[in-house]
């Protein structure tokens, strides 16, 4: 065995090894959630003080157990999981049994419930669903958690199944399972009039799933009870930049004072987050900062106006001004700068905020002195 051998088998057993430990994480975070929902549905059916909570109930839940990640909102995905999903139902006691420590950690009075807890309405809906689904073990081992949470939203259980079939076959991302899903793909394949062609242009264009894409989730960080912190995958020069960035705008005058870095941002049950924010203490209001190694796509300045619509909404204060983005596009040493005010009259920008704000070139200038 040469280096270059020596090399190439390090590499295998690392990526084979890292996928499946990522694989064994979902499987237990998927068994986990499904679980939870199953319970929480069969209380909410025939718990014996099920009227005392009533509409309270995941609410009831949540501060119970004050556990992080285990919320109100979290229930009410672990609950549409099961009631989608109820065919997952033996791969889950499958899963859960196989394990010795599982097996005898759980009982028998554990276990039976669930064996019986699929009501009647469900198990009807579960043979009507299979005629057009494909099987629930490749279910349960071919889609993380982060999949079925995006695809059991989707009524239509024919374009469920479209959606399965295809995240699958292609073995895509979530983000990208997320944007075919947003691209309406189900529904310009029925309008196609070549649908191999499309399919295979999408699948040819398609993010892939990597190991480290199904442990970088919040509710799989969550699980696992590490900090959100990992879930930020900065590269160096992303890092360098925006280290200095936050030193560069802190030097310019008095005004900015460092609020956070890479701020959490939940929008319709998903996160992001925000490379840097500040409060302008002369302004009254956040300045938001988005920096992107690439060039400018119109999706950036998207982004960034969907972030100071939330700011305006759920963390600016009645006496704050609304809030400002800076948004830097670099790629190759050439910047693009440009401010997002969400619709904030243009004169009264120029007139009030750009009095205290670094200019667009005074920005540009900073970032092409520096190097990088």
């Known amino acids: 065995m040469d280096f270059e051998a020596l090399v190439k088998h390090i590499s295998t057993i690392q990526n084979t090894l890292q996928a499946q430990a990522a694989h064994a994480v979902n499987l237990a ?8 929902g199953c319970y929480i549905v069969e209380f909410e059916q025939n718990g ?3 009227a005392a909570y009533g509409e309270q109930l995941l609410k009831k839940l949540e501060q119970r157990l004050k556990t992080k990640g285990l919320n109100e909102r979290r229930f009410r995905e672990f609950r549409r999981l099961y009631l989608v999903y109820p065919q997952l139902k033996e791969q889950v006691l499958h899963y859960i049994m196989a394990g010795n420590e599982i097996r005898h950690t759980l009982s028998a009075e554990f276990t039976e419930p669930i064996r ?9 809906s579960e043979i009507q669903y299979n005629k057009w689904s494909i099987p629930a073990e490749r279910l349960f081992n071919k889609l993380p958690y982060s999949h079925l949470k995006f695809i059991s939203k989707i009524e239509n259980p024919t374009k469920r199944a479209f959606y399965e079939m295809e ?3 292609g073995c895509w991302s979530a983000r ?3 944007r075919q899903i947003a691209s309406l793909y189900y529904e ?7 649908k191999e062609a499309l399919s295979a242009l999408v699948q040819q264009q398609a993010t ?6 199904v442990i970088n989730t919040p509710v799989t960080l969550e699980f696992l009870g590490l900090n959100e912190r990992a879930l930020v995958t900065e590269n160096d020069l992303e890092q360098s930049i925006l280290d200095n960035l936050q030193h560069f705008l802190l030097e310019m005058g008095h005004g900015f004072c460092f609020e956070a870095r890479q701020k959490r941002i939940l929008i319709d049950e998903d996160y992001f987050f925000a490379d840097l924010v500040f409060y302008h203490r002369i302004l009254k209001c956040h300045v938001i900062v988005e920096l992107k190694i ?3 796509r119109h999706e950036y300045a998207s982004q960034l106006n969907m972030y100071l619509n939330y700011f305006k909404a759920e963390v600016m204060q009645p006496d704050d001004n609304p809030p400002i983005g800076i948004l830097l596009c670099t790629e190759k040493g050439d910047t693009l700068v440009k401010y997002a005010t969400a619709g904030l009259d243009p004169n009264i920008f120029v007139q009030k905020y750009m009095i205290e704000l670094p200019s667009e070139e005074e920005i540009k200038e900073f970032i092409a002195s520096s190097n990088y």
């Open 188 to 194: 310009r394949s029925g309008l196609s009039k070549n």
């Open 48 to 50: 014996e003080d099920r």
């Open 176 to 178: 990208e399972l997320e």
């Open 29 to 36: 975070l998927t068994s986990r959630n499904w679980l939870m």
């Open 167 to 169: 995240a699958i076959r």
């Open 208 to 213: 892939l799933l990597q190991p480290k894409d």
């Open 116 to 124: 019986h807890s699929v009501c009647a309405e469900l198990q009807t």
């Open 294 to 296: 690439d060039k400018f």
